[in-house]
């Protein structure tokens, strides 16, 4: 989802540059300014310089944030030191200015001084993703002749949805009037498993045939070069932005990088990364600072300060088995906890490279994620996502014997701790959990977050769930709970006949689509 940019330059004039608005009168600004909510006064108020009045198009100026808890500009005018007084000073604008800061503090909420844009406008998006439902032109989008549907992406730009098929075959639709574009027949020789694309034109798929291709979508009757190096099915494909180096990830238990800078017909220039038992699926966070690795085995592996271009040697690497605390009679576990301290029930193991003569870089850890009701039996974590902002992982999992699937959002804990903490510490802390509909065993089910991260939408049986972090569906940062909770269920939409494998939000409209096990795609849209 593309950052929000302030409709302005985000600054105000001084006094002494103030120009008069010829659009707006004297009392025109005394009612602007009944408008505004007001402070109570203090004993001593705060000088502040004034600053130029706006009219009721204008608005009060923003600033802007971007990545977690770092503001990118302050408030206009809020570290401005008091000026002198200037003719051009109207009365009463010393009070006006108070009312226009008072008004700004009310709408921050643990941002200290600064103002994030998305809050004005996810209210409007909460209502639209509510009312979704689906859309009338999305029966045409079957594809029962194709077999299953493993994947949905969407391009970077949203005008192109892309669907990879169980059958050897890739499906290019218009999501805009739901209109078929093309079929890669034989995009592979086996299953289709994921599509990732590197930009608004060129994407790469796998499969279970152990390769992968790349495509160009001005010219697809061909491949851009097919990619060899796995010796096992390729399940997940990953893009790093910065190195411009594709990943990607196997059965085989390997995790290969691929130089897409020096691509050419016969492939590219390809080295294995890292390597590990039972791996299922691998993602890179957005800035590309981490990797999560999970296992059928119901380990978690992170990846610390990533760097791409360094092939980890595995044998230097001592596989950790870490284990859960055993469970006491209150369902807590023993000896890592009191009487209102918070429950911090991952348990984990870090290794540092540095302290074994390695490189400072690709620092593991090992940790077996608290999963609820499964304190007792293994799991295996079958879907792994990330928050698009970093600041979660989430994940599907579902017991060893099959009766159980649980959806989980674990908070990253970089930075200082907040809380009191187990040692040893974890990079995860269960903050969000809910049950899922047991239906489809044996199948992988891909959930996803919505571009501004804040609904998740998973497949639940022969439809999808809406779920959110609070009633609100507000930021994940503005509702961690103190102990795990439940996400909240936002709406429940059954438009399939069969079991939805997957689901993808659109990176640009308010739109989303699921595809399941007889091969329809169906595509949701506000209704009201």
């Not at 029962?144 to 005008?159: C, I, K």
């Not at 390997?254 to 020096?262: A, G, K, P, Q, S």
């Not at 990533?306 to 044998?315: A, N, P, R, W």
């Not at 989430?394 to 699937?405: A, F, G, T």
Request: aromatic fraction near 6%.
């Amino acid at each position: 989802m593309s950052s929000e940019h302030q409709g302005a330059d985000g600054s105000q004039d001084r006094p002494d540059d103030k120009e008069p608005n010829p659009g707006v009168d004297e009392e025109d600004e005394e009612e602007e300014d009944e408008d505004l909510p007001r402070e109570e006064e203090e004993d001593n108020p705060r000088e502040v310089a004034p600053a130029r009045p706006r009219s009721s198009e204008e608005g009060p100026g923003r600033g802007e944030r971007g990545e977690r808890g770092s503001p990118v500009s302050p408030v206009p005018g809020a570290l401005e030191p008091p000026g002198p007084p200037s003719s051009a000073q109207q009365p009463g604008s010393s009070s006006r200015t108070d009312s226009v800061f008072s008004w700004l503090r009310s709408r921050t909420i643990r941002r200290g001084l600064f103002v994030d844009p998305a809050r004005d406008n996810f209210r409007t998006m909460t209502s639209l993703y509510c009312s979704m439902n689906p859309a009338t032109e999305s029966v045409n989008l079957s594809t029962q002749t194709h077999g299953a549907v493993f994947n949905l992406e969407y391009s970077p730009d949203g005008s192109v949805l892309t669907v990879a098929c169980e059958q050897t075959e890739v499906l290019l639709f218009d999501p805009i009037s739901s209109k078929h574009i093309k079929t890669l027949t034989e995009a592979h020789e086996d299953c289709v498993n994921n599509i990732r694309f590197l930009d608004n034109r060129l994407f790469a798929t796998c499969s279970d045939d152990t390769t992968i291709a790349l495509w160009d979508l001005r010219k697809l009757n061909a491949k851009v070069c097919s990619l060899h190096g796995h010796a096992s099915w390729v399940k997940n494909i990953e893009y790093d932005t910065n190195t411009r180096l594709l990943v990607t990830s196997g059965f085989d238990g390997n995790v290969i990088t691929w130089d897409t800078n020096r691509f050419t017909e016969d492939g590219c220039p390809h080295k294995k990364f890292f390597h590990t038992r039972y791996l299922m699926r691998m993602r890179l966070t957005p800035d590309c600072s981490k990797m999560l690795i999970s296992t059928s085995s119901g380990y978690l592996l992170i990846l610390h300060d990533l760097d791409l271009t360094q092939s980890l040697e595995v044998g230097s690497y001592r596989m950790l088995r870490a284990r859960r605390n055993p469970p006491t009679s209150d369902g807590g576990s023993s000896g890592s906890r009191s009487a209102g301290t918070p429950r911090q029930g991952n348990d984990s193991s870090k290794i540092h490279p540095h302290r074994e003569g390695l490189s400072p870089r690709n620092s593991l850890e090992v940790l077996t994620p608290e999963i609820p009701g499964e304190r007792d039996r293994g799991n295996c974590i079958t879907s792994l996502q990330l928050h698009p902002k970093g600041w979660a992982a989430l994940i599907r999992c579902s017991s060893n014997m099959d009766d159980q699937e649980w959806t989980c959002v674990y908070e990253f804990q970089d930075g200082a701790p907040t809380r009191p903490l187990v040692s040893p510490r974890c990079s995860l802390r269960l903050t969000h959990y809910i049950e899922e509909a047991n239906v489809g065993r044996g199948y992988i089910k891909e959930l996803c977050f919505s571009p501004d991260g804040r609904l998740i939408c998973s497949p639940y049986g022969y439809g999808v769930r809406l779920l959110a972090f609070d009633e609100r569906c507000g930021e994940l940062v503005d509702c961690l709970p103190v102990q795990t909770s439940c996400l909240k269920e936002i709406r429940s939409i059954y438009s399939h006949s069969d079991v939805v494998l997957t689901t993808k939000f659109s990176p640009t409209h308010c739109q989303l689509a699921s595809g399941c096990l007889s091969g329809r795609v169906a595509l949701y849209q506000p209704k009201f």
